[in-house]
């Protein structure tokens, strides 16, 4: 057994004890460097990366031109966290916390910012009128269910998925609290699933699409490589609903924008136009035949 960690009586800050992702985490706020974000051609600017709380927004912005809004074109440009894009001081400006997604609508009279992926989704629901019923019950269970993602999606992530795939070592207790937790959201999602096609109810909603990119993406197994660990098959009914989701069309473009890494016929690392998704990743294919 390991000695036993007694915390000092003031915390100081060890810049190397972070496991994978010591170089950006810091105790302070505010940015390192000045660098201004670039602006494209639509009034939807969105700064993001494609991990799950970035692949919400996408793929909310690639089912709302789905439907025919022409107004939810948009530039999405790549904000790589690994090297500390998110504490550029323009980053900064439009999301004082220093977290992906940030979106900046420059459709209104003086540019709106928006941070905070469930923020954005409520926001883009409204302006366009989709994805949000306006039925006071359905409103509120279909905001219940994305309020729990939003609560519920720090202890996959920054808990269970950092202790079991992230942190310097391996800590038994760590990694079964929160794998414990990991299960029983599932459980929780999957109760839901047997008695609803989506959590919202009958229709397919933000609650979805902000609820899919990790709960999907653990189903899965792709999530952590935690799929076997998990025993995640067990859970039908999310492995329906996850299938069901993952088919879209919408989510299969949104899931690519502004994702570096994974295979190259998957990555759209900036998109400006649809034609990104034919184009550009034809060009990353040919490119690295070379």
Do not use: C
């Not at 700064?47 to 789905?66: C, Q, R, W």
């Not at 800590?171 to 029983?184: L, S, V």
Request: hydrophobic letters at 35%.
């Amino acid at each position: 057994m390991s000695e036993e960690y007694v915390p000092p009586k003031v915390w100081t800050w060890d810049q190397g004890n972070g496991g994978k992702f010591a170089n950006i985490n810091r105790p302070i706020a505010g940015p390192t460097h000045d660098k201004e974000l670039p602006v494209g051609k639509h009034p939807l600017q969105l700064y993001s990366l494609a991990t799950p709380n970035g692949v919400k927004v996408t793929v909310m912005l690639e089912e709302l031109l789905a439907l025919g809004h022409t107004g939810a074109e948009y530039d999405a440009w790549l904000i790589n966290i690994g090297e500390g894009d998110q504490f550029g001081s323009g980053f900064v400006d439009v999301n004082p916390n220093s977290k992906i997604p940030a979106l900046m609508d420059h459709s209104t009279e003086t540019p709106t910012r928006i941070f905070e992926s469930a923020s954005i989704m409520v926001y883009l629901a409204e302006k366009f009128g989709e994805f949000l019923p306006t039925e006071p019950a359905a409103r509120t269970e279909t905001m219940s269910w994305l309020f729990w993602l939003m609560g519920s999606a720090p202890y996959l992530g920054g808990g269970f998925g950092h202790f079991y795939a992230y942190a310097p070592e391996k800590f038994e207790y760590a990694i079964n609290r929160f794998a414990m937790e990991a299960k029983r959201q599932m459980d929780v999602l999957d109760r839901r699933l047997a008695e609803s096609e989506y959590l919202g109810g009958s229709e397919y909603s933000i609650a979805d699409m902000a609820t899919w990119p990790w709960y999907g993406s653990l189903a899965q197994g792709v999530l952590y490589d935690a799929g076997e660990f998990l025993q995640v098959e067990e859970y039908k009914n999310v492995q329906r609903w996850t299938k069901q989701i993952a088919e879209r069309p919408a989510v299969i473009r949104g899931r690519k924008v502004n994702r570096p890494f994974g295979p190259l016929e998957d990555q759209l690392h900036e998109r400006h136009d649809a034609s990104d998704f034919d184009t550009k990743t034809q060009d990353k294919i040919e490119a690295a035949k070379e």
